[in-house]
Nanobody, 127 residues
Framework: QLQLAESGGGLVQPGGSLTLSCAAS???????IAWFRQAPGKEREGLAC??????????YYVDSVKGRFTISRDNAKNTVYLQMNSLTPEDTAVYYC???????????????????WGQGTQVTASS
């Protein structure tokens, strides 16, 4: 069974960068991993997904983060990363990683596509 744990959140100034980590146990290379975020009073929002390395490790991004966020994986370290650049106060949220077997589906930004979730890490972009 896949277990996920996020880290790397914190306080960053607007315009700054931050890299989040999603550490996995239980066979990361078999799973597609996605990043979501949830701001206070809002629904959980899907951001990006990377397919398993046992498939093609293809990446997908929603339009709101395309060009600013980069998802990547290092199977040797059992970790998936989310590099975030040009952060704004609107990026303030709790960020979660989630996993599902093999592929990012066409509904990769929907919470119900994923079976496994981490506990989240807080990101705050503020001066």
């Amino acid at each position: 069974q896949l277990q996920l744990a996020e880290s790397g959140g914190g306080l960053v100034q607007p315009g700054g960068s931050l890299t989040l980590s999603c550490a996995a146990s239980g066979g990361l290379d078999y799973y597609a991993i996605a990043w979501f975020r949830q701001a206070p009073g809002k629904e959980r929002e899907g951001l990006a997904c990377i397919s398993s390395s046992s498939s093609d490790s293809r990446t997908y991004y929603v339009d709101s983060v395309k060009g600013r966020f980069t998802i990547s994986r290092d199977n040797a370290k059992n970790t998936v990363y989310l590099q975030m650049n040009s952060l704004t106060p609107e990026d303030t949220a709790v960020y979660y990683c989630a996993g599902t077997p093999v592929f990012c589906t066409s509904k990769y930004n929907e919470t119900w596509s994923y079976d496994y979730w981490g506990q989240g890490t807080q990101v705050t972009a503020s001066s």
